[in-house]
């Protein structure tokens, strides 16, 4: 290690703690640049990522089109407010209203084309969009859009259940939203009108519903719960919350932010359920580092917002959008559900190969991998890891959680299940 950059990290690290607020239990690592699969830190060391900014480098680093598309955006125009049309926004939207019905071939030719603007008989839209900047804020418009609904449909229902461990953000509203005790207790009193429910339990929430049901606008989940260490629901429960929300006249809505944009395979996570929810939301890895969330609903349910209801300054802004078409075209050309599909399967079947693995959970590249009881804390098994060059991520003590890059190939899974082999067998690197 070369000595005389070695402070350099020490101290930015105590700049940070001088000036940047404590939030988060930071690595001592600086990253400076990437490519691909690779991050370089800022003593020139070089890493593998399979953590991808949580799920949001989608084409990894530095990509060639995403790069092209900023630089050209960024030195047109940056942002001019919602009160105006901006290009590329139509087409985001109109991709994400195409890959939600699982037309991937649809969203290339927009992604690459344009929207056909001279089509008299364009299809109708059955998805319609509305940009924010993060996973929390796309919740926030799902929310408001479920009461609003029920409101304008003559119920008067406010409620919306959501599911015990699940994850929706952090602001106020959507901590409300995220059923875990821990993430709650300090910052009483949060907004009400949320009802808890055991993920997978199809009789507790037959119950809700029973007891409830009239004062319900929305069950809010993630189909499969990322935060919480990558736990899938079922999809009995997911079709179980399909009739129930149907029969009530309330919505179901996805929280897609992280398993959405091809993380889980399919295009958005709910196809693999084979259940169509009435709202979903994404994030993370839309437009491949440039924040972006966005809410998407049935284009009837959308339909209920007019102008006043709700709103953003940044949301929907020329240059995420630019980024998002990129993404969303790079993905859908690449035909990256096949891909990651794949790649996720060796990923999966790789981490259950080794001795010292119990249980492996998820869906394309989007994996958990609970280590057995005598294995040191995952905390610490990511720190070794990180000291052999791989970024990896624990959700608990037992548990890891992969996220790379959807540009992930195969022989990046084999360096890195070698280097978690060892680190398991307590060998040095
Ligand atoms: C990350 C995440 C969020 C919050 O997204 P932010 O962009 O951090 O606000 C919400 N829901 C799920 C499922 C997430 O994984």
């Known amino acids: 290690m070369n000595e005389a950059k070695k402070p350099s990290v020490e101290n930015v690290r105590r700049e940070e703690a001088r000036h940047v607020m404590n939030t988060f239990a930071r690595n001592d690592v600086q990253f400076v640049e990437g490519s691909g699969m690779t991050l370089y ?97 796309a919740n926030e418009c799902a929310m408001k859009l479920a009461r609003l609904h029920a409101k304008r449909n003559g119920r008067n229902a406010n409620a919306i259940v959501c599911m015990r461990g699940g994850f929706h953000g952090r602001t106020l509203e959507t901590v409300a939203a995220t059923m875990q005790e821990r993430l709650q207790r300090d910052f009483q009193p949060l907004p009400s009108g949320f009802i808890a429910c055991s993920p997978n339990d199809e009789t507790e929430l037959e119950r809700i519903f029973a007891e409830q049901g009239e004062n319900i606008c929305a069950v809010m989940l993630e189909p499969i719960q990322g935060e919480s260490g990558v736990h899938p629901m079922t999809k009995s429960f997911m079709k179980t ?94 035909r990256f559900d096949k891909r990651v599909n794949e790649t996720g399967a060796y990923l999966k079947k790789c981490l259950a190969d080794l001795p010292n693995v119990v249980e492996v959970r998820g869906a394309g590249l989007m994996v958990g991998c609970d280590l057995a009881d005598d294995m040191p804390d995952a905390h610490d098994v990511v720190a070794d890891l990180l000291s052999k060059g791989f970024v990896v991520n624990a959700t608990g003590p037992r548990t890891l959680r992969l996220l790379p890059p959807l540009i992930c190939e195969k022989r990046h899974i084999d360096a890195l299940v070698d280097a978690l082999a060892k680190t398991l067998a307590g060998k040095e690197g």
């Open 41 to 137: 830190d800022s003593e020139g060391r070089q890493y593998i990522d399979f953590l991808a900014g949580i799920a949001v480098c989608s084409l990894g680093h530095a990509h060639p089109a995403l790069t092209a598309t900023l630089r050209r955006q960024a030195g047109k125009l940056l942002h001019v407010s919602n009160y105006f049309y901006v290009e590329h926004r139509a087409e985001t939207a109109a991709m994400i209203d195409a890959l939600a019905d699982g037309r991937i071939d649809k969203a290339a030719i927009i992604g690459e084309s344009g929207c056909d603007y001279d089509s008299k008989c364009s299809d109708t839209a059955g998805w319609k969009t509305f940009f924010a900047n993060s996973g929390a804020e």
């Open 241 to 334: 919350i399909r009739r129930l929300t149907s029969e009530h006249q309330a919505l179901m809505i996805c929280d897609e932010v992280q398993t959405g944009v091809f993380r889980c395979g399919s295009p958005f996570a709910f196809q693999i359920f084979d259940v169509v929810p009435d709202i979903f939301t994404m994030a993370k890895g839309i437009a491949g580092g440039v924040p972006m969330g966005a809410c998407a609903a049935q284009a009837d349910i959308a339909d209920t917002f007019t102008p006043g209801d709700h709103g953003t300054t940044f949301g929907g802004s020329p240059l995420a959008c630019a980024a998002a078409r990129t993404v969303l075209s790079e993905l859908s050309r690449g």
